[in-house]
């Protein structure tokens, strides 16, 4: 029982961050392409 829940906690513990990392990079690929728009329509 014990083994199993330290086995979900080091998987979770590994996975959140990596997602939340993801989002981010996401997120801010977004915002760039974005303000790339912007520029454009301004020239």
Known sequence: ???KV???LIIV????PFMIGNQVK???KESEYYN???KNKKS
């Open 26 to 28: 996401y997120r801010d």
């Open 1 to 3: 029982m014990w083994f």
């Open 13 to 16: 513990f590994i996975i959140m």
């Open 36 to 38: 790339k728009k912007k």
């Open 6 to 8: 330290i086995v979900l």
